[in-house]
């Protein structure tokens, strides 16, 4: 039997894939040892990367949840599940890859959970024992996550240190992304990498890999070090799609981000020459004998395990290791509306979030929640009546991001360097201004927003793009989670909606 081999890049729609469907039991395998083996004693087990059986494991899972109807279809899924995150969790803590591949097993874990969910009718002893099994891969994660130790000097930022790590793992596990988000918190929870790759590809714009580089408070100044200091050439996208608003150009007001940056000791021996890296790639390799081992007692189900590793394998070499994407219009697990599926692709169980704050706190941010492609979701809807019961209400008068207020000095200067180092590496830059509330947009703000605007168009020139989306949902608090940050919903329409754009000039995938 071929296997398949996709690139660990290649799930963004794996979680969508295992979460639409329906409710059924489970049963254990049968483990056979019979002269119809594909694999007999005497035949060595394949050689197999690590990330890549974890890639066709959760592949293969997520295929076969979408039709799962009998006790032996959810036990292949539940299986499929666990030998993914073993896989990854069997990178070793000094691999340039594990950073990643941890992120992926927090994806991995929710899915596994919710097709365990899903087998209700399954015995108590079976589901004891499933939980059990799940609660030590729970437990073995926490401790991977929070061990884990930055291997470059810190730029006092908990963020940056964070989303830098994982970019470099990003990098050693995909390879560097077509396409690199960057800006401030509203950028860091405003637009979601993979809702963005889902919808490109939908309009047949192909494969293209999406990180979100974002730093909360990050401001101009802070993007400019990101993209022409700290990351190589070789680290650098196709397409920079820079998202925040009027906030990161404000050069009246203290830029503490970027002081407190400059002072760090990461900024000092990045100046020195000393580049953040990660340890070099090792060969990681494991044995893949479990589709020898493994017989299902369903022949129904060993003929759809046996299809989609076929599908897999075809579709693989025709398209070059790209994402296989599939369109569930003909599920009958159908999922009724885009927020619906974005609830499921992303679960709910993952970890919690603080809300953050317009000033961009370090503090109130937990980097455990941001997903493997730096995203941060966050599920709460801005609901003024309760939102203001716990938080001042703070006019624009009296916002310290507004006030003292000029669109001239270092923001704009760091502007135009980032403009022109763009047109130098040939990389379109697109600034998108984000959505804000009617609640957030007082007489000041809205003045400031339209000096804003101003600044920006007069800024366009070949190769820079301005996409004003700041007054499009004033009155669509469900986008929000509070006044002026997307929550994941909004997240994800904003992604459609720079999908959909004509003036972004997306590349092609790369090969």
Request: charged share 15%; with cysteine.
């Amino acid at each position: 039997m071929p296997k398949f081999c996709l690139r660990l890049h290649s799930v963004p729609t794996v979680a969508l894939f295992a979460l639409t469907v329906g409710c059924s039991s489970i049963s254990p395998f049968k483990i056979t040892k019979n002269a119809n083996s594909v694999w007999s004693a005497e035949t060595p087990c394949p050689q197999i990367d690590l990330l890549t059986k974890a890639t066709n494991k959760a592949w293969n899972a997520a295929v076969l949840a979408r039709e799962a109807q009998s006790k032996q279809d959810w036990d292949l899924v539940v299986s499929r599940w666990l030998q993914a995150i073993d896989a990854l969790q069997a990178i070793p803590a000094d691999s340039p890859r594990r950073a990643f591949a941890q992120k992926k097993v927090t994806e991995y874990l929710q899915n596994l959970r919710v097709a365990q969910q899903k087998a209700t009718r399954t015995t108590a002893q079976r589901n004891v024992r499933n939980e059990d099994n799940l609660s030590n891969k729970v437990t073995q994660q926490k401790a991977a996550t929070t061990t884990t130790q930055l291997p470059f000097s810190s730029f006092d930022n908990p963020i940056l240190d964070d989303q830098l790590l994982l970019y470099l793992s990003y990098i050693a596990s995909v390879g560097t992304p077509d396409v690199l988000i960057v800006g401030s918190s509203r950028a860091l929870v405003g637009i979601d990498p993979r809702q963005l790759q889902q919808a490109l590809a939908t309009q047949g714009k192909g494969s293209l890999k999406i990180f979100n580089f974002a730093v909360n408070g990050a401001t101009a100044q802070m993007v400019d070090f990101q993209l022409r200091q700290l990351l190589t050439p070789e680290q650098l996208p196709r397409l920079i799609l820079w998202a925040d608003g009027v906030r990161a150009f404000n050069s009246g007001r203290v830029d503490r981000t970027y002081n407190s940056l400059v002072a760090s000791a990461g900024y000092q021996r990045l100046r020195a020459g000393d580049r953040p890296t990660l340890p070099p790639s090792q060969p990681e390799f494991t044995e893949d004998c479990e589709a020898a081992s493994i017989t299902p007692t369903s022949s129904t189900t060993a003929h759809k395990s046996n299809t989609v590793v076929g599908l897999a394998s075809s579709n693989i070499a025709s398209k070059g290791l790209r994402l296989m994407r599939s369109s569930f219009s003909d599920s009958s697990n159908r999922v009724s509306s885009p927020g619906q599926q974005l609830s499921l692709s992303q679960g709910t169980d993952m970890a919690i979030a603080q809300r953050p704050t317009t000033g961009g706190n370090i503090a109130g941010y937990n980097s455990l929640a941001i997903d493997a492609h730096g995203f941060l979701p966050l599920s709460s809807r801005f609901n003024p009546d309760i939102y203001y019961q716990k938080n001042p209400r703070v006019v624009g008068r009296y916002d310290a991001d507004y006030q003292p207020f000029s669109l001239s000095g270092q923001q704009a200067t760091a502007l135009n360097a980032l403009k022109a180092f763009a047109i130098e590496q040939q990389i379109p830059l697109v600034f998108v201004n984000l959505p804000l509330t009617q609640d957030y947009l007082d007489s000041v703000r809205r003045t400031r927003e339209q000096q804003f605007q101003q600044f920006m168009q007069r800024q366009v020139t070949p190769g820079f793009v301005f996409i004003d989306m700041g007054r499009q949902w004033r009155t669509e608090n469900q986008y929000f989670t509070d006044p002026s940050h997307l929550n994941r919903y909004g997240a994800a329409a904003v992604a459609r909606q720079l999908a959909a754009n004509s003036k972004i000039p997306w590349p092609q995938p790369s090969p």
